[in-house]
Every structure is written in structure tokens, then in C-alpha cells.
């Protein structure tokens, strides 16, 4: 039967008419001064405030006993016993599975799920203590490159990793020969991390990085790039020095945990990884047993299904107020919408409901001076997910305070409303406020405590896709543009625009017309 269809689901849909409309927050907590604890979520090293969200108690539930209608428990537990999740690819989903039994035994035996991890681990320790490495270049796009870049800015302030990392996600050649210029070949270390290897952006780049490396004369410069890929032999035909093998069944998005986690264990060494994936492990372990109330990926699942699909609110701000979690908004943008920005279920059907929302955001305080208006004073109601984090790693005086501060103030502003202290001009200075957020508190930002937070994102992105009745594990939508492009760059060398629609006709011949040809050669300086 079609979600939608469910008399579970149909009793929400009558519920969410009041919550779009006259229910109203600051009368619910005049209603119900527990509400603060009655919202409050605990779970490894993230406790959330649910409570500034528009629902209640009765919404709660009902969404809880909509999920087990959907059988939620059991599919979680395929999802953690490593089955095929993932019908359209025919794959499991093995992110907490590699992670669980890493955690098992970190120290073997041989096992297809976690060797890539461990000889990722060793080859990290090895490029640590090597004198004649002092930077390590990380070629790799999407799930490939986004959660290392995180979790190295978030996590390597104070591991005493000697080596400069750096990221190149990119086709854009700027990206990549800002990173270049001014590196010296014979002690720069290139990662190239394709699941695939086919991504045209990543082949592209470690294509000139190899020539960047050769026009430098460097001898043995296979030496200098480290492959990490589910495809090994296409990587070392393609002359790659060392190939650590990640599983098919890790999803690209998912793959943090895998051997594409090689510049965090360089940044925070084989210990402080496994501190990452020790958090993240913990994160599971509640996912997995936590009852589907008191559980966190769950109740987030919910509340995106509850805001997306019910309430209509067709984004969500990802308001992270630490700079260490600055990519954190790029982060969750390809975790959720990659995952479940579709719109047929698992039968292939088309869905006459909304499914993920938009995931946008910038650190705190930033968004303030540049998105918060919109959020407090514009016409369309989105939530704001913060996330802070209570002991800073800094010592200088005032800052976290005004930094907590303002996340607070900002998430009471959008809940409270009213008029600004001092506002002479009604209506251009009032907040109308009931406008909702969620508080996701860190005690310290920690290899552990970040690791719990990923895996709490990945879990909440599975627990509305369950609900949604669609596959998060897929991603078809990527291939056509992938497609595409390989024929118009074909085309832009042949200057060939035969049989294209007006529009791309058009926008070839203003390409063509560059002075220095598309396409021309070249290594960077
Ligand atoms: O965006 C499409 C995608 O396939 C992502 O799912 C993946 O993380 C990224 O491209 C990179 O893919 P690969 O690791 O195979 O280069």
C-alpha cells in the first residue's frame, strides 16, 4: 500500500492542518512548561531541543507508530545486519557495519569489510612519520571529499600532524592550481580518492597533478599518489603508486569511515581516527537500541518527514555555530539530498508527496548578517537546525559566550518574536515569530563526539527514507548531467553544435569564442 494511503499517515495529514496554521509556540510552552524537558533527546555525545519545533507530544507519537507501521525496527536492522538495502544497485549499506566490526577487532583477522581501513590506518602512521611528506593534496569530489574536509577542519587543531592538508574537489582548474602553485613536487603526497573511478572531475585532476608531477622531474612520481577506490585495478592502470581498497557496499556519502578517511588519520593520527569512528559506533549502538521515541536519528527523521511532507516547509537551514563545522551545511546538503532527494518509491512509482527538503546553510554567526532576515521577517516559515558546541578550544575571552549567545538569542528570536527594543516602526520592526528550530549541543568538538554527530545525520537521512518508502542508498539523478557534459566537452573541441537544442547552441558558440581555447593545454606553474 502507498504510504500516503495509510490511515497512520492520513490521520497526520488531518493533524498538520492545525500545526501549519493556529498552532502556535509560545502557547504551547504557556500550555506546557515541561515542554523544554519533554523535547529534549539524549544520545552519545549529542543531546538535542526539540522543543522549538511545531508539533507536540500527540504529533510525536504518532509519527513513532507511523514509522513502526512502516516497520522501521526491521528495516533498521537489515540496514545494520549489512542486507541489501539498497535494491536498485543491489548493495547493502555497510557504513555502520565496517565501522562495528573495526570496532570488534581493530587488529584483524583479514576481513573484505575493514582491511581497506586498516591498511588506510597503517599507510596514515607511515605518511606521518615520513621526514619527506610535508603536504598531502586530497583529490576527491562529493562523498569523496566532503566528509574528510569536514572532519579535518573540524578535528586537526591540536593532533600534531605535521603534514599541510589540503582539498581539491573541483574540475575547476583555479581550484586546483591555487592548491599547486608554490608546492614543492618531491615532498607533496597526492590522495585520489574515486569509489568509482570514473568521476570525470577527480580523473581530471589527478591527470595534471601526475603531469604537474612529471614536468617537475620528480624521480618514481607513482610514489607520489595514493589511490583509495572500490575499482583498484583501474586506479593502478592509471599509475597509481598505492591503492587502498574501500567495499562497493560503502556508499560514497557514507564513505568517511572507509579508506577515503586517509587525511583525517593523517591530521589526527590511527588513534584519534579510531576515536572518530568509536563515537560513531556509540551513535549506532542508540540507533539500534534506543526505543523509537527517546531515539535521535529517529526523532530527526521524523521531524524532517513532520516539516517536509506535513508541514510543507520546503528547506531547512543548517545553522552549525562553530567554525570547525563550517562545511557542515555542504556536508548534510549531499547526505540528505543525494540520499533522499527523489521522487519514486522503491517500486519505481511516482510519489504524490513531497519528500526531502532543500538543505542550506552557513556557520553561525555568520548567517546572521546575511540569511537571518529571511528567516525571521520573510514570508516562507523554514526550520533552522544549530548546532553548538559548549567548551570552546580557543582561550579568548568573550568570544564563546557571544557565540553561544547568539545562537540562543537567534533561536529564541524565531520562536518569540516581537518587536525589537526600542522599534518605532510597527510592522517593518515586528518578528511574528512561532517560526521553528532545533538545538543539536555538543559538549566539546572531539574526534568522538563528531564521529556520533555524522552517524547521527546518516541515521536520520535512512529513518525518513523508510518512511518516505524510498531508496537513500542511490543516485540515479547524477548520471544524465554526468552524460551530457562528456558529450558537449566532446563537442567543444570539434566545435561542433549539430543537432543540440538553441539554448545549448548558443551557450557552446560564447564558450568558443574564449581567447584562450577551452580546453587548451597546459600544466600549472
Ligand atoms: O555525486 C555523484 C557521486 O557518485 C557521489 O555519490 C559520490 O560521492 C561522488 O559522485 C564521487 O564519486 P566517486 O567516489 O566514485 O568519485
Known amino acids: 500500500m502507498r504510504h500516503d494511503q495509510l490511515p497512520a499517515w492520513q490521520a497526520l495529514r488531518e493533524q498538520s492542518w492545525h500545526y501549519q496554521g493556529a498552532f502556535d509556540l509560545r502557547r504551547a510552552f504557556a500550555k ?23 508539533w507536540d507530544g500527540p504529533v510525536l507519537d504518532a509519527l513513532c507508530a507511523l514509522a513502526d507501521t512502516l516497520q522501521l525496527p526491521q ?51 607511515a605518511v606521518r612519520a615520513d621526514p619527506e611528506i610535508d603536504h598531502v593534496v586530497h583529490l576527491g569530489i562529493g562523498g569523496s571529499g566532503l566528509g574528510p574536509e569536514l572532519a579535518v577542519q573540524a578535528l586537526a587543531a591540536g593532533h600534531g600532524a605535521r603534514q599541510r592538508l589540503h582539498f581539491v574537489a573541483n574540475v575547476d582548474g583555479h581550484e586546483l592550481q591555487e592548491v599547486l602553485s608554490g608546492l614543492p613536487p618531491q615532498r607533496t603526497l ?145 547526505l540528505e539530498m543525494e540520499s533522499n532527494g527523489k521522487g519514486v518509491c522503491l517500486q519505481a512509482r511516482p510519489l504524490p508527496y513531497t519528500t ?30 544549530f548546532t553548538v558546541v559548549r567548551q570552546p578550544r580557543h ?32 510592522g517593518h520592526q515586528d518578528f511574528p515569530g512561532n517560526r521553528p528550530s532545533t538545538m543539536l549541543l555538543l559538549d566539546a568538538l572531539t574526534p568522538r563526539s563528531l564521529g556520533a554527530l555524522l552517524a547521527m545525520h546518516e541515521h536520520r537521512v535512512f529513518v525518513a527514507s523508510v518512511v518516505w518508502g524510498i531508496n537513500c542508498f542511490d543516485q540515479w539523478g547524477v548520471e544524465l548531467g554526468k552524460t551530457l557534459a562528456l558529450d558537449l566537452q566532446a563537442r567543444m573541441r570539434r566545435q561542433d553544435w549539430v543537432g543540440l537544442d538553441a539554448s545549448t547552441a548558443g551557450l557552446m558558440q560564447w564558450a568558443a569564442q574564449a581567447r584562450t581555447p577551452v580546453g587548451a593545454p597546459g600544466v600549472p606553474a
Open 395 to 426: 582561550a579568548l575571552p568573550g568570544h564563546h559566550e557571544a557565540l553561544l549567545a547568539n545562537a540562543f538569542g537567534q533561536a529564541q528570536a524565531l520562536m518569540q518574536g516581537g518587536m525589537a527594543s526600542g522599534a518605532q516602526l510597527p
Open 190 to 334: 597526492f590522495v585520489v580518492a574515486s569509489k568509482s573511478w570514473s568521476t570525470a572531475e577527480t580523473l581530471q585532476n589527478a591527470r595534471t597533478a601526475q603531469a604537474w608531477m612529471q614536468a617537475a622531474g620528480v624521480p618514481q612520481p607513482e610514489r607520489h599518489f595514493v589511490a583509495i577506490s572500490a575499482k583498484a585495478e583501474r586506479a593502478r592502470a592509471m599509475g597509481m603508486g598505492r591503492v587502498l581498497h574501500m567495499p562497493d557496499g560503502v556508499g560514497g556519502r557514507f564513505s568517511l569511515w572507509s579508506a577515503v578517511g586517509l587525511p583525517v588519520a593523517v591530521a589526527l593520527g590511527a588513534a584519534g581516527f579510531a576515536e572518530l569512528l568509536a563515537g560513531a559506533v556509540e551513535m549506532d549502538r542508540h540507533f539500534a537500541t534506543a526505543p523509537l521515541r527517546h531515539n535521535l536519528p529517529v526523532c530527526l527523521g521524523l521531524l524532517d518527514v513532520w516539516n517536509s511532507t506535513f508541514l510543507g516547509m520546503s528547506s531547512r537551514c543548517v545553522a552549525p555555530y562553530h567554525h570547525g563545522l563550517r562545511r557542515l551545511p555542504a556536508y548534510l546538503q549531499q
Open 75 to 125: 528495516k533498521r536492522a537489515a540496514l545494520l545486519a549489512g542486507e541489501v538495502v539498497n535494491p536498485t544497485e543491489g548493495r547493502p549499506a555497510l557504513h555502520a557495519c565496517v565501522r562495528g566490526r573495526w570496532a570488534e577487532a581493530p587488529d584483524g583477522p583479514a576481513d573484505p569489510w575493514t582491511d581497506g581501513l586498516r591498511d588506510m590506518l597503517a599507510l596514515a602512521e
Open 32 to 54: 506546557q512548561p515541561g515542554r523544554f524537558e519533554a523535547f529534549r533527546v539524549e544520545a552519545p555525545h549529542v543531546v538535542a531541543d526539540l522543543s522549538k519545533n511545531l
Open 356 to 385: 526531502t527538503a532543500a538543505v542550506w546553510g552557513e556557520p553561525g554567526s555568520n548567517g546572521q548578517h546575511a540569511f537571518f532576515q529571511w528567516l525571521h521577517q520573510g514570508t516562507q516559515r523554514v526550520p533552522t537546525e
